[in-house]
């Protein structure tokens, strides 16, 4: 056990570090090399300092670069999030009840979902949220961790988590599938664009700019995952996209409440 001073010390460190690497942006020449080792540094320090606790690095993380991230999805539009959403509606009808699980700043998805439902959307992240909030007023916000939430059996006809799976740890992927196909209505909708590789606990210095953590299965897995909780797959695919230079590819998930 560590005393709360070395907790203190740890939390002080990790602020200065997150403060130094945001600082490096506006000096090019010390980018590459800098940058790259400070941030390295920060993530360790901020894994110390949440260990057993991956829910609280990706709300810091996420609370850090909520704007960034925000504009940088509109800048980086995969063509799958529009050819998703746009399969989600034809599978669901308007005024559906319907939640979003890690919705962060809400541009483009949420503003699109709450034109056509009734929408409650989560995140973990109060500075995504806040800006979720100004981008679809209309919605109903929940800052939680999705993992927590509960709701009564059968509530909504379709939940939804695009791009947010893979930051909830893998041991908490079966009671969080199981909680969905609950949650749904009999017939209700899963749609979700998971990743699909094997990563267990991973800890990165450089996403938007802050520590972020990952965690997800590969594709046999998250199915097998998917349908023992009692969804029927309609759709699966792998999307690809360039994402900063660098492919990136999702399989994305249509499923019903058998
Ligand atoms: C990559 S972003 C995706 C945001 C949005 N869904 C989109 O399509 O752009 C992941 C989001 O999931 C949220 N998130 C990650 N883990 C979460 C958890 N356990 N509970 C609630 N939200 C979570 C993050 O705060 C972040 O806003």
Known sequence: MFSPAWYQSIAMLDSRLFRSATKLKAMPSMRNIAKRAIRQAAASLRGMRYRGEPEKLVEKGYDEMAADYGNWTLHHQRPDRAKYTELLM???PEGANLLELGCGPGDPTTK????RYNVTANDISEACLAIAHENAPNATFIKSDMTSLEFPANSFDAVVAFYSFHHVPRERYEPLLQNIANWLKPGG???????PYDVDNLVTGDWHGSTMYWSSFDEAR???LVTSAGLKIIEQSKESAIEDGKETTFL???AARV
């Not at 909708?189 to 990743?195: E, G, K, P």
């Open 252 to 254: 994305w998930l249509l």
């Open 112 to 115: 699109t979902l709450a034109q």
């Open 90 to 92: 034809q599978n669901l």
């Open 189 to 195: 909708v899963f749609m979700a664009a998971m990743y």
């Open 222 to 224: 998250t199915i097998e």
